[in-house]
């Protein structure tokens, strides 16, 4: 990883700095005074216990304990009695080209309807409804209609197969799924209607189907199962009394992948999730009245969550959505819908980003997008190559970069520069926030000095942290709370530089980040072995260009198998078919045995040499080499004969 030098340091504007929302740090104001200020910009039906925002036993933790609060009161209710009534709160661009723009009011009539149509359906608080749509108002309306009436939701993201559906419908227990009957990607329908009908025969809980009309192109419906939700709009009225839900009362679910082949279902509370969120929101991208804001994560990611939907509608701010791809059908959408829409605020994955540079600057340069004041990115660490490009290319050398970091679980921005406060460096996501105290650490805890490498912790609990893993608290205290005393783990690896920025440089666990979306390891090797060909299988990720990292197999096949590229695409469908299309590997390799150490562990490391073409580095705790020295052998046999 190349660490940028001091002398590189990009300083906030002068002009940006004078209006910015924040225009500096106040270190000595205590963790829970900052947040129980924040939480008082919310409107609570109920206080919470003033003067005590912080209660529970650690790791349960609790803010803003007998507070209540409703969700979609606060994102759309409190902006209906001023001037923001009539202010576009989502501006919808269709791939097609179809346009449609709902203000705060339209918003209202839309989500108390759905409301009271999911009440029809027999929806209660507490019952979790899972939402599998692609970007498109609906999804926003729904989440929205569920926080209404105290329904956690689980959206699950798109591109998932049917297979990973059914297991977060059935873990979820939802009886209710929202779908469509497709959607637009590179001019083609995506059958979505397809993947829920397959989904939902492996899942006794759900009763009914609510499908959107996106697309029209005729589609399966089950008698008695499925409804048009068109249909049951037309029927339903306008205005729906908010459920007024306890601070502490799950907000959603959102299935997230860790180091087991099981995904975890992530909860969210309500009171402290919906500070964090609106606070990172006005703070981290110093939101305005008068911006478009567009955030191009999909609503199945938390980023979606957090930053298209709750932060931004919370902060009364005008989002933008598209639904398709950024290529097509040329490759200057994005530019054109920036230029169109006059969008002021652009966040995005430094995987996006990559491919921008690759597709060239001419795509960019055929629009008008001097409306850009600021830039963000998240998912992934960002090559300062690629900073530099986003800064000159797309920020005319003017908007300042925040570089965010923070996870699934964090639920809302921890660790980014305060545009128009800290000074940047390409590549680093700079230093905490306000409200949050994280640190780099060694192996036993102990923080590392300047230059030193560790372990990303956090020090303190905060209001949008997650509340636990659904249905398995053991592993919720297991994963974040046990690798180290009283901190909480984020599975990432950190270095500090020279003026204390942090420098995050990845996962340390076995989770794979690729092109920004979380996949386990284990999850693919169950994937794999579930073929019924292979005995043994370890998934790795190695650099990717575009992706920032990809995903190689290594397979150990049965006797009976014998190695083909025919068994390679077998295995290849297998983890499609199991996850989605966006976790296809890249490669896989069949090996005799797998690089162990003494104690069992796959040397995951002397694998992802392999698969990057370097000499595996230190051997000696490796049991047996020969296995090893045979796919080396065969990879020099490869690229001699390429
Ligand atoms: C990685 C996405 C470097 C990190 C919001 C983290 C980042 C994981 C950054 C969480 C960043 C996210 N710089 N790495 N700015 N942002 N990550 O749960 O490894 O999908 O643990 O949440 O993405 O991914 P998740």
Wanted: net charge negative.
């Amino acid at each position: 990883m190349e660490i940028v030098n001091s002398e590189n340091l990009y300083y906030p504007d002068r002009k940006f700095a004078e209006d910015a929302n924040v225009t500096g740090y106040s270190p000595e104001m205590d963790y829970q005074m900052f947040w129980e200020k924040e939480a008082g910009k919310l409107h609570w039906f109920k206080k919470w216990n003033e003067g005590r925002p912080l209660s529970g036993d650690a790791p349960f933790f609790k803010w803003f304990e007998n507070g209540k609060i409703n969700a979609s009161f606060n994102c759309i209710d409190r902006h209906l009695d001023g001037w923001k009534r009539n202010k576009a709160a989502l501006i919808f661009e269709g791939e097609p080209g179809d346009r449609q723009v709902m203000t705060y009011h339209d918003l209202y009539r839309e989500v108390t309807r759905f409301s009271n149509v999911l009440k029809k359906m027999g929806i209660k608080k507490g019952d979790v409804v899972t939402i599998y749509l692609p970007m498109i108002p609906e999804a926003v309306i729904a989440m929205l209609a569920c926080s209404r009436i105290g329904a956690p939701h689980s959206v699950v993201f798109g591109g998932f197969s049917s297979n990973a559906l059914a297991d977060r419908i059935n873990d979820s227990n939802s009886k209710l799924v929202v779908t469509v009957d497709g959607y637009w990607r590179r001019g083609k329908v995506i059958p979505a209607k397809t993947n829920v009908d397959k989904a939902v025969d492996s899942c006794e809980c759900v009763e009914n189907l609510l499908v959107v009309k996106r697309t029209g192109h005729h589609i399966f419906m089950e008698q008695d199962r499925d409804h048009w939700y068109h249909e049951l709009m037309d029927w339903a009225s306008i205005g729906c009394e908010p459920e007024p839900m306890n601070a502490e009362d799950i907000l959603f679910l959102l299935y997230t992948s860790g180091t087991t082949g099981k995904p975890k279902g992530i909860v969210h509370s309500t009171g402290g999730y919906l500070t964090g969120t609106a606070t990172t929101h006005r703070n981290v991208f110093d939101i305005k009245d008068t911006d478009v804001y567009w955030c191009t994560a999909d609503i199945g990611w938390i980023t979606g969550h957090s930053y298209i939907v709750y932060g931004p509608l919370l902060n009364g701010s005008t989002i933008l959505i598209y639904e398709g791809s950024p290529d097509y059908p040329e490759k200057d959408r994005f530019w054109e819908i920036i230029e169109s829409y006059g969008v002021t605020v652009l966040y995005t994955a430094p995987t996006a980003i990559r491919l921008f540079m690759k597709w060239g600057k001419e795509y960019v340069e055929k629009h008008d997008i001097s409306s850009l004041r600021l830039l963000g990115t998240v998912g992934e660490p960002i090559n300062p190559d690629v900073w530099r490009w986003y800064h000159e290319t797309v920020g005319h050398g003017r908007c300042p970069i925040v570089d965010t970091w923070w996870q699934t679980e964090t639920g809302s921005i921890m660790i980014s520069p305060l545009p128009g406060v800290t000074p940047t460096k390409p590549g680093s996501a700079t230093i905490p926030l306000p409200g949050i105290i994280a640190d780099i650490v060694d192996e036993n805890g102990v923080s590392v000095s300047k230059g030193g490498h560790g372990y990303l912790v956090v020090k303190n609990p905060w209001p949008s942290m997650l509340r636990g893993i659904h249905g398995d608290m053991e592993r919720y205290v297991d994963v974040y709370w046990s690798e180290f005393d009283n901190m909480y783990f984020t599975g990432d690896g950190a270095v500090r530089d020279e003026h204390g920025y942090f420098w995050i440089t990845g996962r340390v666990d076995d989770v794979i980040n690729i092109a920004g979306h979380r996949i386990g390891s284990a999850e693919v090797e169950s994937a794999v072995i579930g073929s019924e060909m292979v005995v043994e299988a370890a998934a790795v990720d190695i650099s990717d260009d575009i992706k920032g990292q990809a995903l190689t197999i290594f397979a150990v096949l049965k006797e009976s198998v014998e190695a083909s590229s025919e068994v390679e695409q077998i295995l290849m469908e297998s983890v499609m078919s199991d996850i989605g299309k966006f976790a296809k590997p890249e490669k896989i390799y069949f090996i005799r045995d797998l690089p162990k150490t003494r104690s069992g562990k796959i040397m995951r490391r002397v694998l992802r040499d392999i698969a990057e073409g370097r000499e595996p580095g230190d051997l000696s705790t490796l049991v047996d080499r020969a296995a090893v020295d045979e796919l080396l052998r065969e990879q020099q046999l490869v690229k001699t004969a390429g």
